[in-house]
């Protein structure tokens, strides 16, 4: 069946380093890619999402282009802030009824 | 952000007793899911709502039962809650079944089955 597989957190990094999280997906189909985001005690929010092949999702200066060569939707920042940190969930939509397959989450953590 | 509430927030139950969990939407969105967030697995789905009183099973059905009467409520029941079931539990919702469309989450309701 379809799959999420993303990298293992935590993942540590001091402010305005470059961020890249790796997602990569299995799918029958042409399914859409998202990143969701989970601050502290709050639930998912959508991050970014990209619904086909070479399209390139952005947000709050964070982007991850869809390569359907690769299966891959990398979440990359240029300069990260404090406020950053959260968990991270790569994420895809396929099927009827299009019900969200998600991977396992990325926690980040910024150092000041 | 989609108007999704979640009640209770938290919950402390004792193993074998029922618990429902609600969840509370305004946006008059035809799609609702129950998810289940656990340390490793990052959320799977429990149960999905298509319109009211159309549910399909997730990938962690057992032991979960839904109803639906309402547009804008959904509830989750433990009929006899289990250990394996403390958690934190996420509804979401959804306009359409489009995959363009993005979900919507509510807050989240912890619960702990002692």
């Known amino acids: 069946g379809d799959s999420v597989t993303q990298m293992e957190g935590p993942v540590t990094l001091s402010e305005e380093a470059f961020l890249t999280i790796n997602c990569t997906y299995t799918?029958?189909?042409?399914?859409?890619l998202f990143w969701y985001v989970q601050y502290p005690g709050e639930g998912l929010q959508l991050l970014l999402k990209?619904?086909?092949?070479?399209d390139k999702g952005s947000n709050k200066g964070f982007e991850a282009t869809y390569r359907k060569e690769t299966t891959s939707f990398h979440l990359e920042k240029g300069s990260v802030q404090v406020s950053d940190s959260a968990v991270y969930f790569c994420?895809?939509?396929?099927?009827?009824?299009?019900?969200?397959?998600f991977g396992k989450g990325t926690r980040l953590h910024i150092l000041p | 952000d989609a108007g999704i509430t979640q009640s209770p927030r938290h919950k402390v139950t004792e193993t074998g007793t029922p618990v429902t969990l609600r969840c509370h939407q305004t946006?008059?969105?035809?799609?609702m899911y129950w998810y289940r967030q656990d340390p490793g697995h990052g959320l799977r789905l429990i149960h999905y709502?298509?319109?009211?009183?159309?549910?399909d099973k997730g990938e962690v059905s057992d032991g979960y039962s839904v109803s639906r009467s309402k547009t804008e409520d959904f509830l989750l029941t433990l009929e006899s809650a289990t250990s394996s079931q403390t958690s934190v539990y996420f509804c979401?919702?959804?306009?359409?079944?489009?995959?363009?469309?993005?979900?919507?989450f509510g807050p989240g309701t912890r619960l702990t089955v002692l």
């Open positions: 979401a919702s959804k306009r359409e079944g489009l995959g363009t469309d993005t979900q919507y």
């Open positions: 799918a029958t189909g042409y399914p859409s």
């Open positions: 990209a619904t086909k092949a070479d």
């Open positions: 994420a895809l939509s396929e099927g009827r009824d299009d019900k969200i397959i």
């Open positions: 946006e008059n969105h035809r799609y």
């Open positions: 709502s298509y319109g009211v009183k159309d549910t």
